[in-house]
């Protein structure tokens, strides 16, 4: 079945960098559009980036972020490994939360429901945990 795991969350100073990993099985990474999500302390999930499904002409699918992460966060993906990257640069205490990974329904090109919310997407890891301290 589809399954995703998240992993590569941790304690960092403001500034700091750490890079998360979503490890997914049970379907072909190609074929789907991938978004990471945040639940900040007492808020409810809300999308940061998304990687959407590659099409026939190859490359590394369309990309989208929160305004608050751009020039910091990158998205990317190794089909290969079956896994989604969030590399994380320059790490603000309002970053903190649990990450998750999730496919986008249906899959698509765009990222389409990047902006509609998490109703729109399935397969939910357990999440990684990401502190960043003042």
């Known amino acids: 079945q589809v399954q995703f795991v998240e992993s590569g969350g941790g304690l960092v100073q403001s500034g700091g960098s750490l890079r998360l990993a979503c490890a997914a099985s049970?379907?072909?990474?190609?074929?789907?559009?991938i978004a990471w999500f945040r639940r900040a302390p007492g808020k409810e999930r809300a999308a940061v980036a998304c990687i959407s499904a590659t099409d026939q002409r190859g490359g590394n699918g369309a990309t989208k972020y929160t305004d608050s992460v751009k020039g910091r966060f990158t998205i990317s993906k190794d089909e290969a490994k079956g896994t989604v990257y969030l590399q994380m640069n320059s790490l603000k205490p309002e970053d903190t939360g649990v990450y998750y990974c999730?496919?986008?329904?249906?899959?698509?090109?765009?990222?389409?429901?990047?902006?509609?919310?998490?109703?729109?997407?399935?397969?939910w890891g357990q999440g990684t945990q990401v502190t960043v301290s003042s």
């Open positions: 999730a496919t986008e329904r249906p899959p698509n090109y765009y990222c389409s429901a990047f902006e509609i919310g998490p109703d729109e997407y399935d397969f």
């Open positions: 049970g379907f072909r990474l190609r074929d789907y559009t």
